[in-house]
Structure formats: structure tokens, C-alpha cells
């Protein structure tokens, strides 16, 4: 017991490969990734997107770029729809300047799984990424939000680093399109330093509704809208590379 504290006393002490945070240590000394809840630059609100690709992915991107802002999306590889049927969509949002970061593959509770499994839970996003648009994300969402220290030490091996929020639209849970609004302006007006907002792609009235008026209410606070490594100050991307060439037999859930 002793020895380990002593073990994650000096461990902790040491500064990760970003520089930016101290490596977190797990029992039996074990690296784990960071955890960030919130932005760090002030005056930066980060609006995520989760769960698709998806039907909305165009309009959100559209609302955001025609405000001079930016935008993340947490990609699944297959939940509402398969990656690969939305390749262009895909291509679209990073061809217009939002981050893409990882959602995992199948949306599932991450807690609930083995080392082996969590790792494929990421890297068929991973590679589905790399083949698409030629990037390997330095960012993941876990889904639900949940972790625990072996998700977080797969991702620490993954060379990435969790993201939750410290904001919720509530557009997963049920919020009306006033409800929702309403969050977005007390966020406003209360004028906390910066935002990470979690929102889904695949709700119509956050695409239509919910998302100009967010847009217009933290512009019109004096907020910058970028992404999540601009708030951070980090790359979004371990890898960037060539994409791949599509193939009906391997680009398929
Ligand atoms: C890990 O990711 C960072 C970006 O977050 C990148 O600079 C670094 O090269 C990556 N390391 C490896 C071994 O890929």
C-alpha cells in the first residue's frame, strides 16, 4: 500500500506528451488518459455533436461555418447509421474545418466490456476514420459519458485522451426545443470562462432550432465557437494521413 502510494506520488508528478496535463496513474501504475470535462482557453465555447454520422451532419455544419464558428463531431461507427453510408458526410464536416473525434463503434456502455473488447470498440472507428478521411483521432468521447480506469487505460495506449462535457443541451434526454434554449441562454448570461457543450447529431431540432439559437445567444455573449483541441490548445489528430480508396467489401458495418 505504501508503495504504491509512493509509486503514484512520484509518477503523477510527471507531465504527459502533451505537456499539458499531469499523467494519471491507476492502480498498479497504470497510465491513464486524460479526462477533460471542460475547455481550458477563455472565452472558447466547444459545441460536440454526438452520435452520428447522421441526417442533421450538413445543416449543423452549415449554421456553424456561416457564423464563423467551428464545431466537433463524436462519430459512431454504427448506430443510427453505418460510417460508411455516410462517407460524404463525413468528408464534408472535416472538409469544413470541425474536428472529428471518436464516439467508438457501436454506442455500447464501455464499463460493461473487457480490455480486448473496448480496444475494438475504438479502433473500428479508428480505422474507419483513416480509410474515410486519412485521420486517426487524438480524442474520444465514451458513450453515455461513462468510464472507468480500464477504458481509460485503453485509451491511454490508444494515444487518446477522453472528452465529457461540463454542459448538456439535454437533447438526449427528452428537453424541448424551449428547454433546451432556455439552458443555453442561462449559460450565456451566468458568463463562465469557456464551455464544452455536449448536443446530438441526430436530433432535427437541435439541427434546426436549437442549434442557430445557441449559436447566436454565446456569439452575442462575446464567446468564440471552436473546436474541442482549439479549446484545449492540442491537436486533434495523432495521425494525419492519406484516405483510403473505397471498397464494398471492407467499407461495410
Ligand atoms: C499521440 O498523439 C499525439 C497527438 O495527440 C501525437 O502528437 C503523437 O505523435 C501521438 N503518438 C503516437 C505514438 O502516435
Redesign the pocket.
Known sequence: MLVSLVFTAVTAACVS??GMEPQAVGPEGTLLATVYKSCKNKGDVALTFDDGPYLYLEDISNALVAAGAHGTFFFNGNNFRCIYNLAESVKYAHAHGHMIGSHTYAHKDLTTLTSDQIHNEMWLVEQALQRIIGVTP?FMRPPYGLYNDLVRQVSHVR?QSLVIWDFDSGDSTGSSVTSSEALYAAVASKNPSNVLAVNHETSETTAHQVLPYAISTLKAAGYKLVTVAECLG??A???VGTPGTPDPNTWKC
Do not use: F, G, M, S
Open positions: 506528451a502533451t487524438a494515444n492540442l491537436p489528430y495523432q495521425h
